[in-house]
């Protein structure tokens, strides 16, 4: 079992503390701020066994060196990452075990290139550690990878249980479901959604995690088969035919400058 807790950090950020259910372990994931998770660590007695790493942006790994000094404890990050803080690399496939967890690691290069999630079915609910792959009605900038590559995450996403808890590290609902909203204008789910993260967001309270579930109900970038996105996205673009990797790049190009 694992107790999953969202650490907030700089403006929109959130970092991941798992602990274990014997209350006194656990490890976090994408630290940007090392500050926030001491605080926490002290706070609540807890002992840090290490480390989870999506991808190489200051945002998520600004904390670990400090961390790892502090607490000498390993980095689990992506094989092929420009950060050199990663003291034990991972890549598509490989199995992490971690506070006597299974963890198994996909490979979703798009955002970066090095973007790894981790993902576990041993909990009671699986769960999903995905950075800044996959958001609750969103996705990330194409920093470094291709429309096709992102594309190619989001089918891996698919593939996973429906109850399988989607566990991001941005703060971006409103924003993301507002535009979904633009996508789909109909889609009824997406305003019901929209109206719960409303709630919690006055209620200063995290609208995460998501889940699989329903992100294929509201994400345009888990839904580019749909007629209705597909409608959307060939308007955007004035055009009348578009395979699949066009709609999602279209989609994402719409997203930039909504």
Same mark, same amino acid.
Request: charged share 20%; with cysteine; hydrophobic share 35%.
């Given at each position: 079992?694992?107790?999953?807790?969202?650490?907030?950090? *700089?403006?929109?950020? /959130?970092?991941?503390?798992?602990? $274990?259910?014997?209350?006194? %372990?656990?490890?976090?994931?994408?630290?940007?701020?090392?500050?926030?998770?001491?605080?926490?660590?002290?706070?609540?007695?807890?002992?840090?066994?290490?480390?989870?790493?999506? %991808? $190489? $942006?200051?945002? %998520?790994?600004?904390?670990?060196?400090?961390?790892?000094?502090? /607490?000498?404890?390993?980095?689990?990050?992506?094989?092929?990452?420009?950060?050199?803080?990663?003291?034990?690399?991972?890549?598509?496939?490989?199995?992490?075990?971690?506070?006597?967890?299974?963890?198994?690691?996909?490979?979703?290069?798009?955002?970066?290139?090095? %973007?790894?999630?981790?993902?576990?079915?041993?909990?009671?609910?699986?769960?999903?550690?995905?950075?800044?792959?996959?958001?609750?009605?969103?996705?990330?900038?194409? *920093? #470094?990878?291709?429309?096709?590559?992102?594309?190619?995450?989001?089918?891996? *996403?698919?593939?996973?249980? &429906?109850?399988?808890?989607?566990?991001?590290? $941005? @703060?971006? +609902?409103?924003?993301?479901?507002?535009?979904?909203?633009?996508? #789909?204008?109909?889609?009824?789910?997406?305003?019901?959604?929209?109206?719960?993260?409303?709630?919690?967001?006055?209620?200063?309270?995290?609208?995460? &995690?998501?889940?699989?579930?329903?992100?294929?109900?509201?994400?345009?970038?888990?839904?580019?088969?749909? &007629? +209705?996105?597909?409608? +959307?996205?060939?308007?955007?673009?004035?055009?009348?035919?578009?395979? #699949?990797?066009?709609? *999602?790049?279209?989609?994402? @190009?719409?997203?930039?400058? /909504?």
């Amino acid at each position: 079992m694992l107790t999953v807790k969202p650490l907030a950090a *700089f403006t929109d950020n /959130y970092i991941w503390l798992l602990k $274990h259910d014997d209350g006194k %372990h656990c490890v976090v994931v994408d630290p940007g701020d090392a500050n926030v998770v001491i605080d926490e660590l002290t706070k609540e007695s807890l002992i840090l066994n290490g480390i989870l790493i999506t %991808h $190489h $942006h200051n945002d %998520h790994t600004g904390g670990v060196d400090e961390l790892k000094s502090r /607490y000498k404890v390993p980095v689990y990050g992506p094989e092929n990452s420009p950060y050199k803080g990663i003291t034990q690399t991972l890549s598509d496939g490989d199995t992490l075990m971690i506070l006597n967890e299974s963890f198994k690691v996909l490979a979703v290069p798009g955002h970066t290139l090095d %973007h790894i999630a981790f993902y576990t079915n041993s909990t009671q609910t699986p769960k999903l550690f995905c950075g800044d792959t996959l958001f609750l009605a969103g996705c990330g900038r194409l *920093f #470094e990878g291709s429309p096709a590559q992102m594309l190619t995450a989001m089918d891996k *996403f698919r593939e996973l249980p &429906p109850q399988t808890e989607v566990y991001c590290t $941005h @703060e971006y +609902s409103l924003a993301n479901l507002a535009f979904a909203n633009a996508v #789909e204008p109909n889609n009824g789910k997406i305003t019901q959604t929209l109206n719960q993260c409303k709630k919690l967001r006055e209620q200063n309270k995290p609208t995460l &995690p998501s889940s699989i579930e329903q992100e294929l109900a509201i994400n345009p970038f888990m839904r580019t088969r749909k &007629p +209705s996105v597909v409608a +959307s996205a060939k308007a955007y673009k004035e055009v009348s035919n578009m395979d #699949e990797v066009a709609v *999602f790049s279209a989609i994402r @190009e719409w997203k930039n400058s /909504y």
